[in-house]
């Protein structure tokens, strides 16, 4: 890919694009390139080599004609691998924002360590209480989590960057795009 491409990547990316859809309009087009600071042909030959890569994919209208009526990033798993590539966070501190985002028993999303409750999450992601304790310590140092004064209880709960992640680190990576 060239630096086109992943410029436009990222900021599809910036625009949430996992459920936005793109439309084949100028203006959509012209907004793109505008954004990353390139032309509006080298933005629609960079879209023409992202459905090459399999990194874009068409959107189709709802109703019976159903046809081709934009585009949006491809649902693959190939998203957490850029970001982890780009150094912004690793794949455990990205799977434990996304548990800790669509855990289903807090609806305050303020936790307290050694809570059963969190189990499933540890489970789900593969690591044990001390690496999970270790994760969310390397969150926090981040600005993703607050904790109180890890004195017991320990407890943490989400910041308003950790609640936003997906943006946060998508800002970060386009920081660190060359």
């Given at each position: ?95 434990v924002l ?22 499933p999450v ?5 690591i044990d ?50």
């Amino acid at each position: 890919m060239n630096m086109i491409e992943k410029k436009l990547l990222t900021q599809m990316q910036l625009y949430n694009a996992e459920t936005r859809i793109f439309r084949f309009c100028s203006n959509e087009i012209s907004n793109l390139a505008f954004a990353i600071g390139s032309t509006f042909e080298e933005v629609t030959k960079a879209i023409e080599k992202l459905f090459e890569f399999g990194k874009l994919e068409f959107a189709y209208s709802e109703g019976p004609s159903h046809e081709k009526c934009g585009f949006m990033l491809a649902n693959t798993k190939e998203r957490e691998n850029d970001l982890v590539d780009k150094k912004v966070l690793d794949r455990t501190s990205i799977r434990v924002l996304e548990k800790l985002n669509n855990f289903e028993h807090s609806s305050s999303k303020t936790w307290v360590f050694g809570d059963d409750a969190l189990l499933p999450v540890m489970e789900s992601i593969g690591i044990d209480r001390a690496e999970f304790d270790k994760c969310i310590r390397f969150l926090e140092g981040k600005g993703y989590l607050k904790c109180d004064d890890w004195s017991y209880p320990d407890r943490f709960e989400l910041s308003y960057k950790g609640i936003h992640y997906e943006e946060f680190i998508k800002l970060e990576a386009l920081k660190n795009e060359p």
